[in-house]
């Protein structure tokens, strides 16, 4: 069965200093993997998506995120936080079922401190 | 529009109240979408639609769910008789149908239903 598990519920950061949101997935074949942001009223919002292709994303907004098969990981990282980084991110994969099923990790809530 | 947008944003209904949530996806997205996010949980897939054809539902919670997109377009979720396990923010998503694959999802703000 495929499923992911975001190890840490909150994380603070302050400004300007790297951020590192954890995720390890389970899939019985080769995933394809994604991180979504949520901010406050605003609907999901795709930061980046791993296919196979490069292990290393790079997605919107700075971050990127590192595929290692290894690790079962695919960690969310950007060197320098901004205020605006503040929401709450989803580690999530997909598997093909006829069309690509989602499946949602529980949530990392960042919090960014001037 | 440009993006997914859902109606009602809010909704507050009466324990035992049927209720009908709207989403109209983005013009020309064949697949459709319907998530249910309780409070402090990720989403969890409700249902799918490929234009108007319902290829699943095994995500919804009861019988008393039910969705349809009848021309394709614009779907509906409704909800009889609601519970207050209901209470929860409704996504919808829609993606192209594109052959390499994945599809990527755009979700829209979703629907918070709060039932007393």
């Known amino acids: 069965a495929q499923s992911v598990t975001q190890l840490d519920s909150h994380v603070s950061v302050s400004e300007g200093t790297p951020v590192l949101l954890r995720c390890n997935y389970s899939?019985?074949?080769?995933?394809?993997l994604f991180w979504y942001v949520q901010h406050p009223n605003k609907g999901l919002q795709l930061l980046l998506k791993y296919t196979s292709a490069a292990t290393l994303v790079k997605g919107i907004n700075g971050f990127e995120a590192e595929f290692k098969k290894s690790e079962t990981s695919f960690h969310l990282t950007k060197p320098s936080a901004h205020m605006s980084d503040a929401a709450e991110y989803f580690c999530v994969v997909s598997f093909n079922t006829g069309f690509q099923k989602l499946v949602f990790g529980t949530g990392t809530r960042l919090l960014v401190s001037p | 529009g440009a993006g997914v947008s859902q109606s009602p944003r809010y909704k507050v209904a009466k324990r035992g109240q049927d209720v009908a949530l709207r989403c109209d996806p983005i013009?020309?997205?064949?697949?459709l979408f319907w998530y249910q996010q309780a409070l402090g949980q990720g989403p969890e897939f409700l249902t799918y639609f490929q234009n108007e054809a319902q290829l699943d539902k095994s995500g919804l919670p009861s019988d008393r769910f039910f969705a349809e997109r009848p021309e394709g377009s614009v779907s509906t979720l409704k909800i009889q008789r609601t519970q207050q396990e209901d209470s929860a923010v409704y996504l919808c998503?829609?993606?192209?149908?594109?052959?390499?694959?994945?599809?990527?999802?755009?979700f829209g703000p979703g629907t918070r239903l709060l039932v007393l």
């Open positions: 013009s020309g997205h064949v697949s």
């Open positions: 998503a829609s993606s192209p149908l594109l052959a390499g694959g994945p599809e990527t999802q755009y």
């Open positions: 899939s019985s074949y080769s995933p394809s």
